[in-house]
């Protein structure tokens, strides 16, 4: 088991920045990657990035360049770095960290940009 705890959300104006954190307890040893994804009203949830057990990142295409995923192995945290926020970036973001088998969720965090 795997438990997720992310934090760092709220309200920001177009061009403004924010950094949210997950915290990860449990078995911490079985997880391959962690990630964050959002998901906005009436839309699907997305990948917004990922670090594997490498340090190995991605990110969707529409956060390149503004946003960046960071971890911290000796807290046991995985960060997200999110500058230049767009409306659009409005969502609940979650954590993610995936097992084998299984994917553990956090309980999401609101970011709202908005003037």
């Known amino acids: 088991q795997v438990q997720l705890v992310e934090s760092g959300g709220g309200l920001v104006q177009p061009g403004g920045s924010l950094r949210l954190s997950c915290a990860a307890s449990?078995?911490?040893?079985?997880?391959?990657?962690m990630g964050w994804y959002r998901q906005a009203p009436g839309k699907q949830r997305e990948l917004v990035a990922i670090?594997?057990?490498?340090?190995?990142?991605n990110y969707a295409d529409s956060v390149k360049g503004r946003f960046t995923i960071s971890r911290d192995s000796a807290k046991n945290t995985v960060y997200l770095q999110m500058n230049s926020l767009k409306p659009e970036d409005t969502a609940r973001y979650y954590c993610?960290?995936?097992?084998?088998?299984?994917?553990?969720w956090g309980q999401g965090t609101q970011v709202t940009v908005s003037s």
């Open positions: 449990g078995s911490i040893f079985s997880i391959n990657a």
């Open positions: 993610n960290a995936r097992t084998m088998p299984t994917d553990y």
């Open positions: 670090i594997t057990s490498r340090g190995n990142t």
